[in-house]
């Protein structure tokens, strides 16, 4: 019996988090093209921020394509983490690893 309320849990997760917005990261020299998408759609006017660069603050507004550059100065290669919330008030996050070295 419990091995069903496992199985029922998992499929429940699953398909609410296929219902979220998703983001995809293509990495440049000079920052990132963020991408994100809600239910497989881009996901136009969602607010993209970086939540682990202390000095940026700012939120950036994809465009009707669901994409956003978001400029990144960094001293370091380091892992950067984005959020985004879509306008029907999903929240989805990601890591992408940014290299100095390109």
Known sequence: MSSLKVLTATAVIV???SAFADIRVADTHNGAWITVTENGQPA???SVSVANVPQQKK????DEKGRVFIPLTLENSRSIKYKAKTESGRESSRFAFHSTNK
């Open 59 to 62: 939120a950036y507004q994809t």
């Open 15 to 17: 398909m609410s988090t």
């Open 44 to 46: 136009a006017n969602a």
